[in-house]
C-alpha cells in the first residue's frame, strides 16, 4: 500500500509510514492499493512504469549494438566487415575536418635541404667556367729551369709546352754526336701538346672536374733529334705533370686542404713560391688524376721568387 501522505509504498498493515510518519489509520482512504485512486489504479501505475523502463532499456541496446556492428567496420546493406588490408591507409585520406596541404605550400615543419652541387655543366656554364679560368697553369721547380704551361680556352681546346734542359748531360740517343762535340751540347727535354676538354662537372663550390677527350703530341714522345747547327739534341718526352692524364681537377682559391695529399701541397708551395700553408689554397691551382703534380694559375706574372 502507499503513505496517503508522502506517496511512498509501504507494507501492508504499518500503521505509520516510515519515511514521513504519517499516522495511516487515522488517514483516509490509507488502506487503498494507489497513490490516490485505490489498488487497482497502483497496479495500472506499476505495470505502465515496468513497460516504459524495459522499452528505455531496449532502446538502450539496440542503440549500442548499432555503435558496437560500425565501430567494428560493420555495414548496413548486410556485407561483411572488411579487413584491415583492403582498407585505405588512413594518413593518406585527410579527414573531412581537416583540409589536405595545397600541393605548392612547403612544409615548414621540414627544412628543405640544399640543392646538391655536383652537377655535369651545361654548354653555357661550362663555356663560362672555362672562361673565367687563368690565363696559364704552370707546373714548375718555382725558380726558373724546368716547367710544364697549360692554358684552357673557352672552348675547351687547351695547349701547352714542356721544358727542361741539362747542361753537359749524357743520354743514350746522344751517341750520335761525335764525342768531342758532347761538352758543346745541350740537351732539352720537350714537348709541345694540345687536346680538348669534354665534360666538367661540379664536384663542389670550390672544385670541378675536367675530362680530356684529346690529347696530342707535336713530337712523339720517346724520339729525338740532333740540331747540329744550334748543338742542341731535342729527347721528346710526356709533358711533366700530365704524364697519362684523362681528368684534371681544378681547385679555386678558398678550397680547404682537407683531402689534398701531402705530396700535392708540397709542390703548391715550391709553384707558388710559398713558405707556410692558412687554412685554404691561396691560389687557383690544378692537378692530373693521374699524379700529384701540382699547377698553379696565374693571369701574368707568376710570383715573385
Not at 59 to 70: E, F, H, K, R
Not at 124 to 137: A, I, K, M, T
Amino acid at each position: 500500500m502507499f503513505c496517503p501522505n508522502c506517496k511512498r509504498e509501504i507494507q501492508d498493515g504499518d500503521k505509520f509510514c516510515r519515511f514521513c510518519g504519517c499516522d495511516i489509520s487515522a488517514a483516509p482512504g490509507a488502506r487503498g492499493r494507489g497513490p490516490a485512486d485505490g489498488g487497482e489504479a497502483a497496479l495500472r501505475f506499476r505495470r505502465a512504469r515496468t513497460l516504459a523502463v524495459t522499452g528505455l532499456a531496449l532502446v538502450l541496446l539496440i542503440g549500442c549494438s548499432a555503435a558496437l556492428w560500425y565501430g567494428l567496420g560493420g555495414r548496413g546493406d548486410g556485407a561483411p566487415p572488411a579487413s584491415a588490408e583492403a582498407a585505405p591507409p588512413t594518413e593518406d585520406v585527410p579527414g573531412a575536418d581537416t583540409p589536405a596541404p595545397a600541393e605548392d605550400a612547403p612544409n615548414t615543419d621540414t627544412p628543405v635541404p640544399a640543392e646538391t652541387p655536383s652537377a655535369v655543366l651545361g654548354a653555357d656554364e661550362r663555356r663560362e667556367f672555362l672562361s673565367s679560368l687563368p690565363g696559364v697553369f704552370r707546373y714548375s721547380s718555382g725558380a726558373g729551369g724546368w716547367y710544364t704551361e697549360l692554358n684552357i680556352a673557352p672552348d675547351g681546346s687547351f695547349g701547352g709546352r714542356f721544358l727542361d734542359f741539362n747542361a753537359g748531360g749524357w743520354e743514350p740517343e746522344m751517341e750520335v754526336i761525335p764525342p768531342e762535340l758532347r761538352a758543346e751540347y745541350v740537351q732539352y727535354y720537350w714537348c709541345d701538346f694540345s687536346g680538348r676538354i669534354g665534360e666538367v662537372e661540379r664536384i663542389s663550390e670550390y672544385e670541378y672536374a675536367l675530362s680530356i677527350d684529346e690529347m696530342d703530341f707535336a713530337q712523339e714522345p720517346g724520339s729525338w733529334r740532333n740540331d747540329t747547327a744550334e748543338k742542341v739534341f731535342y729527347n721528346y718526352r710526356e709533358p711533366a705533370g700530365l704524364e697519362g692524364a684523362t681528368e684534371l681537377r681544378v681547385y679555386l682559391p678558398g678550397r680547404s686542404l682537407e683531402g689534398l695529399s701531402e705530396e700535392f701541397l708540397n709542390m703548391y708551395m715550391m709553384c707558388a713560391n710559398i713558405f707556410e700553408l692558412g687554412e685554404s689554397l691561396e691560389y687557383w691551382s690544378l692537378r692530373s688524376t693521374a699524379g700529384e703534380a701540382a699547377f698553379c694559375g696565374y693571369n701574368g706574372e707568376q710570383p715573385a721568387v
